[in-house]
Every structure is written in C-alpha cells, then in structure tokens.
C-alpha cells in the first residue's frame, strides 16, 4: 500500500498541513454557528425566566433533579472517554481507540436512554406542552412555557447528541478499514471538538433547568 | 490562425467535462457560482413578478387587480423570495464562489462537497418555499411577526418557515466556507493586507452571516413549534411576549440587511481601482469598515421598535449605534470617490453600475438617518418612507453591485465580451427606471402612505403611477442583460485572459480559467494590492 499521507491529500490542498488546519478550522467555525443557534435558545429562556421567576421555578421543581445529576455525570464521562480517544489516536493505539469510540457511543446512548424515560414521564405527568400539558393554578400558562423550552432545547441537545453517535460510528468503521493512524487522525479530534461542544451544552442545560427548583 | 484554434482547443472549467450530470455533480467553485446564478436568477424574477402585480394593483386607489388578501400575499412572497432566495445568497453565491478561491489564488475552496451540498440545500429550501406559493402563500409580511403569524393567520406559514429555514443551513455553510479558505488556503505571500477588498467585505460579510443566521434558524423554529403544537411561546395570551419575537427576529435581519449591502461594497471597491487606474485610496481604512460595519451591525436591532414598546434608554442607545454605522458607510464612499479623484476615468458599464451604487448608496444612507433618528422615526414608520429607503440601499446598493460584478467578471467567467454599447443604455434604462420607481416613494411615504395597503387615498395616485411606471422601465432594465449575456455566451467575441487590465489575481489566470484556476500556483511578490504600476511594466514587458 502506498504512504497513508499522500493517500490523504486532496487535490486542491499544497501540504497535508494546510488540510489538517482546515478541517480544524472548519469545525471551530461551525460551532460558532451552532453556539448562536442555543444561544437564541438561552435568551428567549432567561427572558421568560425573568418575566415569570415563580412558575418557571415551579416547573424546574418537577425535574427528577436525580436523574438530571446522574445523567450529567454520564454525559461528562463519555467526554472523559473521547478525550482519551483522540489521545490514543494520536499515539496510533488504533485497537485502543476503536474500544473507546464504542465505549464513547454505549455512554451516549445510555444519557440518551435516561432522557427518553425523563420525557415518557413529564408526559405521563400532563407536563409535556400542547394537548397534553394539563395543570391548574394561577402560573399554569408559564409553567407550560417552562417545558416547551426544557423539550425545545434538551430535545435539539438529543438530536445533536444523535448526530454525535453517527459521527463517532463513522469513526469507527474508518478505524477499521485502517485509514486512520497516528500519522492521519484529524477526524478523529474535530469529531472530539463537536462532542465536547454538545456536554458542554449541556451543562449550562442542567443547570437551567434542574437547579432553580432548588431554591423553591 | 493556428494559435486561435489551439486557443480554442484548450480545456477550461467550461469545456473539461460535458453534460448535464457534471455539472449537477460538480464540485468546482466556479460551476458551483453558475448552479447558484441560475437559481438567483430565476427566484429575481419570480420575486420580481409579485413586485409586478404589486405595482400594477397601485395604479388605481381602489382595489382593481387583486384583493387586499391577494395583495398581503404578494408582498409577502414578494419579501421572502426577495430577501432568502436572492439577495442574500446573490453576490456571494454566485461571484463569491466564482472569485474567492480565484482571489487568493487557491484550487478550490476549503470544502467544495460542502459548497455543492449548500447550493441543493438552497435548490430544497427554495422548492419548500415555492410549494408554500403553490399551494396559497403566506400574508404575514416577510418578517413573520406573531401573534399574527404564530396564532391568527390561517395561511401556509409553517411551510415558509422551513423554507427559509432550510435555505439558512445553506448560507450558514457557504459563509462558514468562505471564511475557512480566506484562512486557510491563500497562496504563498497573499498576507491579509495583500487581499483585495472583495476579500475583506466577503469576510466579514461570511462571519455576520455565521452569527446570526442560526438565531433565525433557532426563533423560525419557535414559531413553527408555537403555530402546531399551539403553546405559547410568543402568545401574550399565554405568558409569551411578542416583542422577544421582534427582538429575535432583527437581530438576525439586521445584520442580515448588512450582509446584502456589504458583498456590493465588495463588488464597488474592485471596480472603481480598475476603471480609474489608480490604486484603491485608503485600503486600509476600507478594508476594516467593513469589519466595523459587521459588528457596529449587531448593534442596531432595536431601531426597528421605535414605537413597539422599547425603553427610553434602549432606544437611545440603539439609535446612536445606528448613527455609528454611517461612520464606516462613508468611510468607504468618501474612499471610493478619493479612489476616482484625478484617476484616468473610463466609463465602461461596469464603471457606470458602480458610480450608480455610490449614488444611489448614498441616498439609501442617508435616509436611513432620518429613520435612526426617535423623533422623525415616529412620523416615517411603517411608510413608503422606509420601502423607498431599504430599496435604495438593497436595488440601488446591491442589485446594482450584482449587475456590474456581473458585467466586470463576464469575461472572466465566459470568456466573452458583452455588446458595450447595449450594456450601457440598459445601465441607464436601470438607473433611471429605479430612480422613478423609488423616489416617488420617499415622498409617498412623507406624506403618510402606510406601507402594505392595497387601496389608499386618491391624492396619492399620481405619486403610484410615476412609480408603477418606473418599475415598467426598470424591468425592462433588468432583462435586457439576461438577453444580451446569454446571446454573448454563444456569440461574444473571445475577452482574453485580462480585458480590463486589471490587476487582481484572478486575471492573471486564462479566461475561462482551468478547472483548477490556475496552471502554476501563483507567488504574491508585490508590496501591495491594486498594484497597477507594476501592472504597467508586464504589459510593456509583453
């Protein structure tokens, strides 16, 4: 087989380099964006918060603040996992790496899971907005509010989180059919980038919509 | 003779592969620009065709054409079209694909799957959009303000939303393009202050797009959610507060009405140097103002809710940043005519689409004072006023900046010459035909013509035939070069690699260029941009 590098190299590049440094800077750019879009997100939120502190205090009261904590906790492992990932590619691990980008999807879909079972029951509590959303009591419109933001944001959270498995199964079965190596592992760590992004999300999530009930 | 032939044998990015596949499958930048120029083209005149109606029905005060439901449907299209599906992706779909790679002497942009993956974004949101039309259309003004949209309109708002929202990833992905190889892939000694203008207006022109298209993607999102699922989230009824919509909404849009100015400013600051022959005066200061207009333009949201309930204090500081934006605006108009003062002047049509924007800018500018300022704001608002106003800035500014990008880089793009003498008279007939459709609106609209109305009173009417008149003119302007471009494709004498004598990289390369722009890589020796005396010793070398 021929050099892996020049194998690499698409044609309207000079240098390996100035690929590598595109990709990178590729996906910096585009979490800008994506950082704009929540960022719409969170301002329309802490407007509302504002204007209705009670109710919103009293939906963030029925979060499962234990599932929440747990499922942040597991979120921020499999960013553990992934950052040991991009470390055992760069050092050509490739056996290593395929283990922690499996390890790195089965966490993944684990918070996934427990989410899934957050929602099932806000619906079964009549706290999923729309037709289903049903509650009495002066602060029940504002209330309703509070939730179509938690489905809204941690709902686009899920929906990045699904396009994160996909990337990293891509990774994966490149590893596989060996075109990824210590010389070659720039998917590797922009892949890394996006999913470090989608935790830190959401964290700001949980704090958002786990925590005010606290005070209550 | 043999030379001319073997010219004519040489493969170019038009000839290299035939077919109707290799071009839909094409990952070439300057194809790409084409796909896009197609697209545009044809969205202008289905835009343009509401515009038509619209106009027609203002000939008489009284409804003669359309119904006033018909007629809230046309300019809503009118907008959307108009805004999403030209002029936003206009100039830097089409010659900012064709030229940015070309500019920085590069082989392609960074991620050309990319680049075609935005243009069948684009193609999809833009057939959402047009089954929204067909199927009955939309009347909620371009804007989609709620409560009216999210609770009351009983048209297809949801289907436009997504419409844009889809054409939104592919402006996102293209901007975020643009900006990677402006980065990345410049040739060896192209340093930033090397790059032509066209490159830092694009530049900044893609980062405003990277801000705040996702916050329009994000509030589309929220009054589709808002109109199905029927929660409040905008609905005052509810707990909501429409004004955040408002608020939302211009923080992209206004930014937004700067990225449909500054990619003309783009086009204008590389035709003046050209056809003065003289470098371009002040780069520097040119240069960053188009930085200080991108993010002096986050700034300014506000200055669209003068009167829907805005604190005093905001409101204040919304209209001095909107007056800060003149700064940089006549930074690059006092540099451009400096750039013409005492130069060898040639008023090629090129030339005579940029002298129109710099007028027509100007004015467009100007008035937007009068609509930054508190106190006049509350009598103009909702106007004729403020039409004439942002049609100055977005037909006279970038319409006319697209039409002479088009013109200056026709030869570049087909290899062909346009017919010069036709292209002036329609230069005209467009200048003139603008001139009498808006201007007749600035008084309309002093005079206290509301905007979106389809009957008004009858002391108005003769202001509504003078600018139904001049949309006749106009659009005569506005087909006369689709006719006379696509004639010269075929028929056009042969441009040379440099017709203009310019000095841009992206005329050192053949005409049509190669598939990959160029057969050496280029080496930017030269101390600076615009270089035209080094210019003047090859051409005597030659």
Redesign the interface.
Known sequence: MSDPVALELREHFATVEQQRGTADTGMWVFLMTELMMFGGLFVAYTVYRFNHPQAFAEGSASMDIMLGSVNSAILLTSSLTMGFAELSAKLGRQRLLGILLLVTILIGLAFLGIKFTEYVEHYQQHEAPGVWFNRSGPHAPAVQMFFVFYFIMTGLHAVHMIIGIFLILGLISRNMIGSLSAAYHTPVSIVGLYWHFVDIVWIFLYAIFYLPGLHK | MIEAVAEKLEKNYLNEKQGLLSWLLSTDHKRIGILYTFSITCFFFLGGFFALLMRLELLSPRNWLVSAGTYNKLFTMHGIIMVWFFLIPSIPGTLGNFLIPMMVG???V???KLNLLSWYIFMLGGTVTVYALIRGGVDTGWTFYTPFSTSYSTTYVVAAAVGVFIAGFST?LTA?NF??TI???RAPGLTWFKLPVFIWSMYANSLVL??????L???L??IA?ERI?????FDP?????PV?FQH?FW?YSHPAVYTMVLPGMAVISEIIPVFSRKPLFGYKAVAFSSVAIAVLGFLVWGHHMFVAGESVYSALTFSFFSYCVAVPSAIKVFNWTATMHKGSISWDTPMLYAIGFIGLFTIGGMTGLFLAALGLDVHVHDTYFVIAHFHYIMVGGTVMAFLGGVHYWWPKISGKMYPEGLARLSALIVFLGFNLTFFPQFVLGFLGMPRRYAAYPEEFQMLHVLSTAGATILGVGYVLPLCYLLWSWNHGRDAGPNPWRAPGLEWKSTSPPPT?NFEV?PVVTSKLPYDFEAMKEELELV
């Open positions: 590069a082989k392609d960074a991620f050309p996102i975020l900006v990677v980065h990345r892939m990277i801000l705040n298209t996702p916050v993607a994000i509030t999102v929220m959610v699922a029927k929660v409040g989230i009824a509810l707990g909501g507060d955040l939302m923080f990959h890589t």
